[in-house]
C-alpha cells in the first residue's frame, strides 16, 4: 500500500515536471518567434544597391606648363584690378589700372589702365617661370631638367605697389591642352601603369580629368611623368605648383559593404530583402577594395535593399526595419 502510494507520487512529479518543462519550451519558443522579428530589427542595419564607384588614389606633386602672357606695369604706382582673379577676359578688356601720385603734375595724379592683349583667365600668381616653361619646349625638355627648374619657383603674391616694368599679371589660355609634370613614389604607381602612350585619370579637389602619359623616367625610387591635359579642371589652370591625386585602382558596379558578403560552401552571396524577408542570393565578386565590394548578379538591380550586418540573420527572417 505505501509502495503505491510512492508511486503515485513520483508519477505525479514526473508528469508535473514534464508539463513545466513543455511550456516552458512553448514560452521560449513563442517568446523567441515574437521577440527575435523585433531584436534583429534593432540590431541589424539596411542599405540600398546602387550603381557607384570605389576608388583607390596615391598623391602626386608637380608643375603644370601652361600658355601664359605676361602683363607688365606700365608706369610705377599703385595697382587696382578690375576684374576677379581666374576670370576668363576677352581680347581688349580692361582688367587693371596703375595710379601713380604726382606731387609736379597739375593733376596730382597720373593713371594707366591696362588692357588684355589676347584672351585668357586673369592670374595674379607671376613666379617667375613664365618665360622659362613654355609648352612650345615641354615636349622636349628632359624631366630632370623640369625638376631643377621647379626649385627656382617663387611665390610672389599680388602686390599694391609696383615699379614700371614689373610684372603684375598674366593671362592664362585655358582652351588650349596644358602639360603637367608630376613626382609620384615608385612604390605607389606601378611601372606598367606609367608607359608611354597610356594615360591616368587624375583627380584635383573634386574635379576628375585625364592625363595622357608623354615621358617618363625612374630615377632611384622617384617616378617622373609628363603628361598632356586636353581639360583642365578651371580651379588648376591658375596654379603652378599643384598637388594631384593620381587613380591607382578603380571598382565599379554594384558596391556594397564589404561585410555585407555571406558564404555558402565557399560560393560569396548577400541577404537581399524581398517582401519583408532576408533572402539569400549568390553574386560574382568583382573585387574588394577599402571595405567595399563589387559585386554583380542576375537576382539584383539598382535599388535592391540589402542587410550589412549578417551575423544573425536566417533565411526568411521578417524584416520590418523601413
Given at each position: ?49 546602387k550603381d557607384s564607384a570605389v576608388q583607390e588614389t596615391v598623391f602626386a606633386t608637380g608643375l603644370l606648363i601652361k600658355e601664359e602672357k605676361v602683363i607688365k606695369a606700365p608706369l610705377s604706382g599703385q595697382v587696382s584690378m578690375l576684374v576677379d582673379n581666374g576670370e576668363r577676359v576677352a581680347a581688349g578688356t580692361e582688367v587693371a589700372k596703375v595710379t601713380r601720385v604726382s606731387l609736379i603734375s597739375p593733376e596730382g595724379s597720373k593713371e594707366k ?210
Amino acid at each position: 500500500m505505501q509502495r503505491n502510494k510512492v508511486n503515485v507520487r513520483k508519477k505525479k512529479l514526473f508528469i508535473s515536471g514534464s508539463v513545466i518543462i513543455l511550456l516552458t519550451s512553448v514560452m521560449v519558443w513563442t517568446i523567441t518567434i515574437l521577440i527575435r522579428p523585433i531584436l534583429l530589427n534593432y540590431l541589424i542595419d539596411i542599405e540600398s544597391i546602387k550603381d557607384s564607384a570605389v576608388q583607390e588614389t596615391v598623391f602626386a606633386t608637380g608643375l603644370l606648363i601652361k600658355e601664359e602672357k605676361v602683363i607688365k606695369a606700365p608706369l610705377s604706382g599703385q595697382v587696382s584690378m578690375l576684374v576677379d582673379n581666374g576670370e576668363r577676359v576677352a581680347a581688349g578688356t580692361e582688367v587693371a589700372k596703375v595710379t601713380r601720385v604726382s606731387l609736379i603734375s597739375p593733376e596730382g595724379s597720373k593713371e594707366k589702365t591696362i588692357y588684355a592683349p589676347c584672351a585668357g583667365v586673369v592670374s595674379t600668381n607671376i613666379d617667375g617661370l613664365e618665360g622659362v616653361l613654355q609648352l612650345e619646349t615641354a615636349n622636349v625638355l628632359e624631366l630632370s631638367q623640369i625638376d631643377k627648374i621647379r626649385t627656382e619657383l617663387t611665390d610672389n603674391k599680388q602686390q599694391q605697389a609696383v615699379e614700371k616694368g614689373q610684372p603684375i599679371i598674366k593671362l592664362v589660355e585655358n582652351l588650349k591642352p596644358v602639360y603637367l609634370y608630376l613626382e609620384v613614389d615608385k612604390k605607389d604607381i606601378p611601372a606598367e601603369q606609367l608607359s608611354q602612350d597610356k594615360s591616368l585619370r587624375l583627380k584635383h579637389k573634386n574635379s576628375w580629368f585625364t592625363g595622357y602619359i608623354v615621358k617618363t623616367t625612374t630615377v632611384e625610387d622617384k617616378q617622373s611623368v609628363l603628361l598632356k591635359v586636353n581639360e583642365c579642371p578651371g580651379g588648376l589652370i591658375q596654379l603652378r605648383d599643384v598637388n594631384i591625386e593620381v587613380l591607382r585602382k578603380e571598382l565599379t558596379g554594384f558596391i556594397v559593404s564589404e561585410e555585407s558578403l555571406v558564404y555558402r560552401n565557399g560560393k560569396p552571396g548577400l541577404y537581399k530583402l524581398y517582401k519583408k524577408k532576408a533572402t539569400w542570393v549568390p553574386i560574382d565578386l568583382q573585387g574588394v577594395l577599402k571595405g567595399k565590394a563589387a559585386v554583380s548578379s542576375g537576382n539584383l538591380i539598382n535599388g535592391n535593399r540589402y542587410i550589412i550586418s549578417p551575423q544573425l540573420i536566417k533565411d526568411r527572417d521578417i524584416i520590418t526595419t523601413q
